[in-house]
């Protein structure tokens, strides 16, 4: 008679012969080998992600300095530009640039609070000019620029520092605007102490050194922005269109440093 086999799982078949000892000695290196592959799984799953976390911190890192650099480029760009094209000056630091769109009818319907005369129109122009000290530079800073080196010399009652007593060409030359306006109206202003209650050949010769001052500051700019011309409602004809974009240096902030500098006047040596 045939005999009969019954087939047994190979793994059962393989433990069923190995002795005990044997079989746990087996299950402890699949246990051991089992811990170390997902040891090893986390330690380069950790890795991964340390380099992700490096990359990310170095790009970060790498946008904040570029910010950086272009901020502080942008903030150096006018001070960069004002040094390269203008003279030195102490109020160098101070300058900004802004554009402003200027508001300037063919016809003066609206006056601005600097047109015509009067205390508010006076007390306009002298907030802008005659409210603004002077100031003063080292001497070596004077010499520096090719002042004269007998320039007048004093000392600053704030600080005891002495140099060169000196003035910032933009309120002068705003002086000089608002002379060529009182001298317009020269029977008004002719009897109130100012640049205009003179005699005729000062009061001449005054306003002819203002014009020449306008002259050359004008034709040193030689502002090269253009308008155009359009019909005006009420008026006949094209009439210039002086209602443009300038960019224009803060005023206020020039003038704001100019108050903070300012000196007392003093005649000594």
């Known amino acids: ?17 190995l002795p005990s000892s044997e079989k746990s000695h087996l299950s402890g290196l699949r246990l051991r080998y089992n811990t170390e592959t997902a040891r090893q799984k986390v330690s380069r799953f950790i890795k991964q992600w340390v380099w992700v976390i490096h990359a990310a911190l170095l790009g970060t890192s790498l946008l904040f300095f570029l910010l950086a650099y272009y901020v502080a480029r ?3 760009n006018a001070t960069s530009f004002t040094r390269e094209f203008s003279a030195w000056s102490p109020a160098l630091q101070e300058v900004e640039y802004e554009s402003i769109d200027f508001d300037l009818p063919p016809m003066m319907d609206n006056p601005s609070i ?46 005891g520092e002495r140099g060169f007593r000196v003035g910032i060409e933009v309120f002068h030359q705003l002086h000089c605007l608002n002379l060529l306006r009182q ?3 020269k029977d008004h202003y002719s009897h109130t102490g100012g640049d205009v209650d003179t005699d005729a050949d000062d009061l001449r010769g005054h ?7 306008l002259r050359m500051t004008l034709m040193c700019q030689s502002d090269i922005g253009v ?3 359009r019909h005006f409602e009420g008026v006949d ?6 209602a443009t974009t300038h960019t224009c240096r803060n005023f206020e902030k020039i003038r704001g440093w100019a108050m903070s500098k300012a000196v007392v006047w003093t005649d000594e040596n």
Not at 5 to 16: G, I, K, M
Not at 122 to 146: F, K
Not at 237 to 242: F, I, L, Q, R
């Open 1 to 17: 008679m045939a005999q009969v086999y019954t087939s047994v799982p190979l793994d059962e078949e393989h433990q069923s012969i």
């Open 237 to 242: 004809g094209y009439w210039p269109d002086y």
């Open 74 to 76: 942008a903030q150096l």
């Open 114 to 159: 600097y047109v015509g005369k009067g205390p508010e129109v006076d007390a306009a122009w002298e907030a802008v000019t005659g409210d603004v000290g002077d100031s003063i530079i080292s001497q070596e800073d004077g010499l520096r620029l090719g002042l004269a080196p007998d320039s007048l010399v004093i000392e600053d009652p704030a600080t």
């Open 207 to 213: 306003v002819d050194h203002c014009i020449e001052a």
């Open 227 to 229: 308008f155009s011309f």
């Open 183 to 185: 001298a317009t109206f």
